[in-house]
């Protein structure tokens, strides 16, 4: 299955690049060579530029996969999105520049009595010098792209992650203290539109999502990890130091998401988010207290 064939079926055609580097700070890259390097310099522009967030979800508006839904959600709104979004965003702009980029889909890491479902979707990106993972999109996740070998630990602002062989073909993984995090596990072949569809469609709707009845909006950014769930702030470094600010109140939530991480939401969106998260606390499973990066999409 090559790129050109899925370029109509991704939508890439459809995607503003000018404007898309615009929002990241990177107009420069607009004729630049489908190398390492400018993979690199797009990437960590991306994920320090657009927040991971699953505001509609819990507004309960859905979540489109429509390149131009997603443009307009993520480059001219001003806001986050999850996975499936950051990735046929990111991906969208890697086939106009050049590369060659299969869409895969994940398994995150294992949760006590069944594994998740295949539902984060993450790239495999080949250019003119190498090939490479490239995941904008998991929120607490690789902050650069990732040689597609497996090796030694790559150091990433203050993170250090590594690729393995595991029995689905390949597993992320994360340094935590002196042990490791496995982040998700993925296999080679690439996927159709039709399957992130479905999976998007669980990960945003099923009541065992992790995305489902409370909010999440994370970014590593400056150094850290910055991480809200529900009316719970923290601010993760790279040594597992964690500030933590609980129970935030209705000023103070607002002043996070937009401050904090930089999100455009009109007067009504605020009201409506403040009241559905008013009660609610975070039931996402507290990440091991060696890992400083738990959690993503």
Same mark, same amino acid.
Request: aromatic fraction near 6%.
């Given at each position: 299955?090559?790129?050109?064939?899925?370029?109509?079926?991704?939508?890439?055609?459809?995607?503003?690049?000018?404007?898309?580097?615009?929002?990241?700070?990177?107009?420069?890259?607009?004729?630049?060579?489908?190398?390492?390097?400018?993979?690199?310099?797009?990437?960590?522009?991306?994920?320090?530029?657009?927040?991971?967030?699953?505001?509609?979800?819990?507004?309960?508006?859905?979540?489109?996969?429509?390149?131009?839904?997603?443009?307009?959600?993520?480059?001219?709104?001003?806001?986050?999105?999850?996975?499936?979004?950051?990735?046929?965003?990111?991906?969208?702009?890697?086939?106009?520049?050049?590369?060659?980029?299969?869409?895969?889909?994940?398994?995150?890491?294992?949760?006590?009595?069944?594994?998740?479902?295949?539902?984060?979707?993450?790239?495999?990106?080949?250019?003119?010098?190498?090939?490479?993972?490239?995941?904008?999109?998991? !929120?607490?996740? *690789? +902050? $650069?792209?990732?040689?597609?070998? &497996?090796?030694?630990?790559? %150091?990433? @602002? #203050?993170?250090?992650? /590594?690729?393995?062989?595991?029995?689905? !073909?390949?597993? *992320? +993984? $994360?340094?935590?203290?002196?042990? &490791?995090?496995?982040?998700? %596990?993925? @296999? #080679?072949?690439?996927? /159709?539109?039709?399957?992130?569809?479905?999976?998007?469609?669980?990960?945003?709707?099923?009541?065992?999502?992790?995305?489902?009845?409370?909010?999440?909006?994370?970014?590593?950014?400056?150094?850290?990890?910055?991480?809200?769930?529900?009316?719970?702030?923290?601010?993760?470094?790279?040594?597992?130091?964690?500030?933590?600010?609980?129970?935030?109140?209705?000023?103070?939530?607002?002043?996070?998401?937009?401050?904090?991480?930089?999100?455009?939401?009109?007067?009504?969106?605020?009201?409506?988010?403040?009241?559905?998260?008013?009660?609610?606390?975070?039931?996402?499973?507290?990440?091991?207290?060696?890992?400083?990066?738990?959690?993503?999409?």
């Amino acid at each position: 299955m090559t790129t050109t064939a899925l370029a109509d079926e991704w939508g890439v055609k459809q995607l503003d690049l000018d404007t898309y580097l615009k929002r990241i700070g990177r107009p420069d890259l607009s004729r630049a060579r489908p190398c390492g390097q400018t993979l690199r310099l797009l990437h960590r522009a991306h994920v320090e530029t657009i927040p991971f967030e699953n505001i509609d979800i819990v507004l309960e508006r859905g979540v489109s996969t429509a390149i131009a839904d997603v443009q307009q959600k993520l480059v001219a709104s001003g806001r986050g999105g999850y996975c499936h979004e950051h990735s046929l965003l990111f991906g969208a702009v890697l086939d106009q520049l050049g590369y060659r980029v299969d869409r895969l889909l994940a398994r995150p890491r294992e949760r006590p009595g069944r594994p998740w479902p295949r539902t984060h979707l993450t790239l495999r990106v080949r250019g003119s010098d190498g090939e490479w993972l490239a995941d904008a999109g998991f !929120g607490s996740g *690789l +902050l $650069e792209p990732l040689p597609l070998a &497996e090796g030694a630990w790559c %150091a990433q @602002g #203050g993170w250090s992650f /590594r690729l393995a062989r595991h029995d689905e !073909g390949w597993q *992320l +993984l $994360e340094r935590a203290g002196t042990g &490791e995090n496995p982040l998700y %596990a993925f @296999g #080679g072949r690439g996927q /159709r539109a039709a399957d992130v569809d479905a999976a998007n469609y669980y990960t945003s709707t099923h009541p065992e999502s992790p995305f489902t009845g409370q909010l999440v909006v994370m970014q590593r950014l400056g150094g850290e990890l910055r991480r809200l769930l529900n009316r719970e702030f923290s601010r993760v470094l790279p040594d597992g130091t964690c500030e933590k600010t609980s129970h935030l109140d209705d000023t103070d939530l607002a002043k996070v998401l937009t401050e904090e991480f930089r999100l455009t939401l009109n007067a009504h969106e605020t009201r409506e988010l403040l009241a559905r998260v008013a009660d609610v606390r975070s039931s996402l499973a507290p990440p091991p207290v060696t890992t400083p990066a738990a959690g993503g999409g």
